[in-house]
């Protein structure tokens, strides 16, 4: 249910990051559905190896239980893998990663910018001729 709830909101947001979140979310709902399934599968197949002719109705119970749990887990593995698989396709994890940049002739290259927060020395200062010296730079000897 959580799951489902993020789906919809999710999609009424349609941010990569809500997206990703919803397919995690679906894809560990898809393992939890799948073992589900299996430990339903157990008590069932033991029931009907280990069973009389005329059953208690408690076993018939726990059999209609089980077989309920079977198709509750089946109809979610199938629903949460095909939402997980939508999940991955829509934010573009499947896609080579490498080339996510493209480039236009046509296009204007971003030039760099200067922030306004740097400070420049004052004009009457005499420049160095090493970048790495400074006024104040001493060897020890």
């Known amino acids: 249910m959580a799951t489902g709830l993020l789906g919809l909101l999710s999609s009424r ?18 393992i939890l559905s799948f073992y589900m399934m299996i430990t339903s599968i157990i008590p069932i197949r033991y029931d009907v190896d280990n069973s009389e002719e005329s059953r208690p109705q408690w076993q018939t119970n ?38 996510s940049e493209l480039f236009h002739p046509d296009a204007n290259p971003a030039l760099p910018g200067t922030p306004s927060s740097m400070r420049y020395p004052p004009a009457n200062v005499p420049r160095l001729p090493y970048s790495y010296q400074q006024p104040t730079f001493r060897m020890p000897m």
Not at 13 to 30: D, L, P
Not at 63 to 87: H, Q
């Open 13 to 30: 947001e349609g941010t990569r990051t809500s997206i990703i979140g919803f397919t995690a979310m679906a894809t560990v709902s898809t």
């Open 62 to 99: 726990e059999l209609v239980l089980n077989s309920l749990l079977i198709a509750a887990g089946a109809l979610g593995s199938i629903v949460g893998t095909i939402a997980s698989i939508l999940g991955c396709i829509y934010t573009g994890c499947c896609v080579d990663q490498r080339a």
